[in-house]
């Protein structure tokens, strides 16, 4: 989907005659028709609950979008090279047991390993990172070497991990529970907050995510990576002509993302505190919704960083609006599944005007 | 550009769908038109 640029849309307008005009206006619309419509419920929103863009409101936004950044970056990547990934929620899901299990505190009456003392943080971080590069690796080695499609590689994978996590919730003391009782530094680390926002703490997790977006704007513009992929996504056989090693780009991709969902894995354990086998649950419909609502195309080597942060903060400000005006969540379901349509629908669109 | 025209996607996760500008539009407004009634109908109901 097009992003709203003033520039463009003022500049057309001075150069066009009236049937142009006309013409101009009706296209610019129609393909940012989505995000109109989005910003007006939320204006409409905020007339009907005047607290929903209160201070603590924003700051439970922000929070919301914070820790689902990493794994919509993750994905937006999959999405360039034209693919997707079904397995991120899971591996979130798997890396946020993991975590947790090996960050509870001693003494809790039902740890997991109790003979195991808690693990210095960044080792877990490190084991989290893997554990998702692991994954990413085997979808990306699957998708480049077999050309498989990446939606039937990680369909495999989601179920594989699944089946992992759940024998790995029957380990231990544990058989099958949640997983809680984290220990205080590591809850302090993620929840944990050095500044406040009108009165409102901003949780530690919040400045992460924002590394994080740095970080992965860097090897999305400014490295030959990121050049790469962009190239290997809007056309692999020219990238290849070029030079581009086209298999070791999609693996790299895949890897980068699983990096992503380990992250979100490791934030959301402390985040949410108890950990089962539905945590991560269709995490990865939403990082997908945020992409495409944030203009990163399923037709390949179209996407930006600055489009997945507004697809994830518009997704989130949208249902926490929902849930303000006291929407039943199952049809919240019906609503991003429509939202998804037609935003696909949109990007559709503008492909065959180009065309 | 014929709006009515089909056209074939060459590319991407949509290979193969043939679909016009003109039946997109329609669906676009239609699935807009859809979200709005679901929102208002949910939130007076709620």
């Known amino acids: 989907m097009n992003r709203f640029n003033f520039k463009n849309f003022f500049g057309g307008l001075k150069t066009a005659d009236k049937e142009e005009k006309k013409k101009f206006i009706g296209e610019f619309l129609i393909n940012n028709s989505l995000y109109i419509f989005l910003v007006l419920a939320i204006i409409a929103i905020e007339i009907i609950s005047p607290m929903f863009l209160s201070m603590p409101s924003v700051v439970n936004i922000l929070s919301l979008s914070a820790a689902n950044m990493p794994i919509a970056l993750g994905i937006a990547g999959a999405i360039v090279l034209t693919g997707t990934d079904l397995s991120a929620g899971r591996i979130v899901g798997l890396v946020a047991c993991v975590s947790a299990s090996l960050l509870q505190a001693n003494g809790y009456p039902n740890k997991m390993f109790p003979d195991l003392p808690t693990l210095p943080i960044f080792t877990v971080l490190l084991a989290a990172m893997a554990i998702g590069a692991v994954v990413g690796l085997v979808n990306g080695f699957c998708t480049a070497k077999f050309k498989l499609h990446p939606f039937i590689v990680t369909l495999s994978t989601q179920l594989i991990v699944y089946g992992i996590l759940l024998m790995y919730l029957m380990i231990g003391n544990n058989n099958g529970q949640s997983i809680s009782g984290l220990d205080t530094a590591y809850s302090g680390f993620i929840n944990g907050s050095i500044l406040s926002l009108g009165g409102t703490p901003i949780p530690n997790f919040v400045w992460y995510s924002i590394v994080i977006i740095f970080i992965m704007w860097f090897i999305w513009n400014k490295t030959t990576f990121g050049k790469n992929m962009f190239a290997v996504g809007s056309n692999p056989d020219a990238a290849n002509v070029s030079g581009v090693n086209v298999n070791r780009t999609i693996i790299s991709v895949f890897i980068l993302a699983g990096i992503m969902y380990g992250l979100t894995g490791f934030i959301e354990c402390a985040r949410i505190g108890s950990n089962t086998a539905a945590t991560g649950l269709n995490y990865e419909l939403d990082a997908i919704a945020a992409c495409v609502i944030g203009g990163v195309s399923f037709v390949g080597g179209i996407g930006k960083i600055r489009g997945v942060i507004m697809g994830v903060v518009l997704l989130r400000i949208i249902f926490v609006g929902l849930t303000f005006l006291g929407i039943d969540s199952n049809m919240q379901y019906v609503i991003k599944g429509l939202i998804i349509l037609i935003a696909c629908a949109i990007d559709m669109r503008k492909y065959l005007v180009r065309k | ?46």
Not at chain 2, 24 to 44: K, P, Q, W
């Open chain 2, 1 to 46: 550009m014929n709006k009515k025209e089909k056209k074939t996607f060459d590319k991407g996760l949509y290979k193969g769908a043939s679909i016009s500008v003109k039946a997109l539009d329609t669906i676009i407004i239609a699935g807009l038109l859809i979200l709005a009634s679901i929102i208002v109908l949910s939130a007076l109901q709620a």
